[in-house]
């Protein structure tokens, strides 16, 4: 049987993808502001499930927009993650991103403390003193000591992106970040990834990057 292979140009792919992606969608109820997020991750994942499972906080894009457009930064627990997040675009307002796994002072502090890098990682960037956003792919340690940490008004998230994957308190963790007051995109269940963490990053500064045209 003979493939019939579709002919697009390269710098047409991405809109193709997403042309196809939203006819796909059709049927589906959300508001239609969120419609860039979730396309964007089900453009990442190939996994239509996203279009059920995102959970967005009340006015949270609005938020999310104008702590990025204020030069929030952002703050990741991989380092895939961190790599796959457009910082050329997050510069433009005067962000950049933050992995803390790497360095030797979370090594130590996760040794000491009995815990992993990721929660460790969390200690250290409450210690910074710009406006954060974090962006959650990997770890449900990490957002469960974020979600300890603004407990103890210790930090006060502009976003919380809470996208682990995994079967290991991954779920409980989001249902943490789901009771908060904290601007939150959870994807609820066991889905998630560091390239869905970035590409809900990427999804927002993309709204906001005026030379983007495949939104």
């Known amino acids: 049987m003979k493939t019939e292979l579709e002919r697009v140009l390269p710098m047409d792919i991405e809109a193709r993808s997403f042309g196809i992606i939203t006819e796909e969608l059709k049927g589906k109820e959300f508001p239609e502001e969120y419609g ?20 967005f906080s009340e006015g949270v894009l609005e938020k999310a927009l104008d702590a990025i457009r ?4 952002i703050v990741t627990d991989t380092q895939m993650a961190k790599a796959g997040i457009n910082k050329k675009v997050l510069a433009k307002f005067g962000g950049q991103v933050h992995n803390f796994m790497a360095d030797e002072d979370v090594a130590a502090a996760a040794r000491a403390q ?11 960037a409450a210690k910074l003193t710009k406006p954060l956003i974090f962006a959650i792919g990997n770890a449900p340690t990490a957002l469960v000591r974020l979600y300890e940490l603004m407990q103890e008004e210790l ?24 009771a908060t007051d904290a601007p939150y995109i959870v994807a ?21 990057d005026e030379t983007r045209t495949g939104k």
């Not at 860039?36 to 959970?55: E, G, M, Q």
């Not at 009995?114 to 250290?124: E, H, I, L, S, Y």
Request: proline share 4%; with cysteine.
């Open 70 to 73: 204020k030069g929030a930064d």
């Open 36 to 55: 860039p997020i979730i396309k964007r991750v089900i453009h990442t994942t190939a996994d239509f499930d996203y279009a059920d499972n995102l959970f």
């Open 155 to 178: 930090i006060k998230p502009e976003l919380i992106i809470g996208v682990p994957v995994g079967f290991v308190n991954v779920v409980q963790s989001k249902e943490l970040i789901l």
């Open 114 to 124: 009995g815990t992993t890098r990721a929660a460790a990682c969390m200690d250290k």
């Open 188 to 208: 609820r269940g066991r889905k998630g990834g560091s390239n869905v963490a970035a590409a809900v990053c990427n999804a927002l500064l993309y709204l906001l």
